[in-house]
Nanobody, 127 residues
Framework: QLQIVESGGGLVRPGGSLRLSCTAAGFTLEYYHVGWLRQVPGKEPEGVSCISSFDGITSYADSVKGRFTISRDNANNTVYLQMNSLKLEDTAVYYC????????????????????WGQGTQVTVSS
């Protein structure tokens, strides 16, 4: 089981910013498609953003385009999700997840593509 850990969640006012981090121990994140997904109680997980292995091509859900930025720091083996202009509806538990299947050439906003998930970090946007 590939283990990844998220951090950086918290409470922020609407319009504020947070940066989430996803780190791995014992393996290289660059070798995998990495996704950020979020879930609110009673709903299915939703793909937010992802970054493809090696070429680093990124993808975003329409709801976060222009506000969120995913990036990868290979030297620190970390994937980040910079979240700006946060809205009330961004409140959720955010998960970092890996697609280790090696089947797809690019990442996608499809939760079922991801087979290793972190424990999640809570993001609460509230006034």
């Amino acid at each position: 089981q590939l283990q990844i850990v998220e951090s950086g969640g918290g409470l922020v006012r609407p319009g504020g910013s947070l940066r989430l981090s996803c780190t791995a121990a014992g393996f290289t994140l660059e070798y995998y498609h990495v996704g950020w997904l979020r879930q609110v109680p009673g709903k299915e997980p939703e793909g937010v953003s992802c970054i493809s292995s090696f070429d680093g091509i990124t993808s975003y859900a329409d709801s976060v385009k222009g506000r969120f930025t995913i990036s990868r720091d290979n030297a620190n083996n970390t994937v980040y999700l910079q979240m700006n202009s946060l809205k009330l509806e961004d409140t959720a538990v955010y998960y970092c997840a890996l697609d280790s299947s090696r089947v797809f050439s690019q990442c996608a906003q499809v939760p079922t593509r991801y087979d290793s998930w972190g424990q999640g970090t809570q993001v609460t946007v509230s006034s």
